[in-house]
């Protein structure tokens, strides 16, 4: 059973530049949410999409948007890159049908690099 | 989300347990206690989570206090490869979508 699924698992970006990330939820899953994680912290939350619509958001511009498609996958869209987007990008997937208790499950996360 | 606070970094022996600390003095009667650990170079992993009992799963027990401002995460016999940063996270319930990562403890297994 395949767990939370990625791509790319590295990037690298001009300033200016657009990025899209991709991500696949664990079999079963029906919500997504995206992190980042800057080098030496804790990953942060950008937001969660559920039933195509996102449902709560963390302290993050704009220029962060996502969208997620009727078979549950997800993308996450960055325009007009920053140096400081520079992070690994973690997709994280649930079901939502236990109430928003159970645990998340990650992906191993996209590396990039804005130069 | 109430604030958690974890030691920076804390050593264990191989085969001993590890015991690792959080406080969450403002904790409120909704939240539960989450803990997850990432492995270098890999995403979070879920490990157990809690409400007012102390709960065990095949990785982990998790004793939480009984005014629960205070929980300690278990590994009963550590291996290298528990080496990690464990965070410790309160979340309320349903409703309640996202995980306020700190900065955790750095747990060092050492042989």
């Known amino acids: 059973d395949a767990g939370v699924t990625q791509s790319p698992t590295h990037l690298i970006k001009t300033r200016g530049q657009q990025v899209t990330l991709r991500c696949s939820p664990k079999?079963?899953?029906?919500?997504v949410s995206w992190y980042q994680q800057a080098l030496g912290q804790g990953p942060q939350f950008i937001f969660q999409?559920?039933?195509?619509?996102?449902?709560q958001r963390g302290n993050f511009p704009d220029r962060f948007s996502g969208h997620q498609f009727p078979n549950y996958s997800s993308e996450l869209n960055v325009n007009a890159l920053l140096l400081g987007d520079s992070a690994l990008y973690l997709c994280?997937?649930?079901?939502?049908?236990?109430?928003?208790?159970?645990?998340?499950?990650f992906g191993s996360g996209t590396r990039l690099t804005v130069v | 989300d109430a604030k958690t606070t974890q030691p920076t970094s804390m050593d264990c022996a191989e085969g001993r347990a590890a015991n690792l600390p959080c406080n969450h003095s403002?904790?409120?009667?909704?939240?539960?206690v989450y803990w997850y650990r990432q492995i270098h170079s890999q995403g979070p992993q879920y490990i157990i989570h809690?409400?007012?009992n102390n709960e065990t799963n095949e990785m982990a027990s998790l004793i939480i206090t009984e005014d629960r401002k205070s929980s300690t995460l278990i590994l009963p016999h550590a291996t290298l490869r528990d080496t990690a940063v464990y965070y410790c996270?309160?979340?309320?319930?349903?409703?309640?979508?996202?995980?306020?990562f700190g900065k955790g403890t750095k747990l060092s297994v050492i042989p």
């Open positions: 809690g409400l007012k």
């Open positions: 403002t904790i409120s009667g909704n939240e539960y």
């Open positions: 996270i309160v979340r309320a319930g349903a409703g309640s979508y996202q995980l306020t």
């Open positions: 999409y559920y039933e195509e619509e996102e449902r």
């Open positions: 079999s079963g899953h029906d919500t």
């Open positions: 994280a997937s649930s079901f939502v049908g236990t109430g928003g208790e159970s645990g998340y499950t």
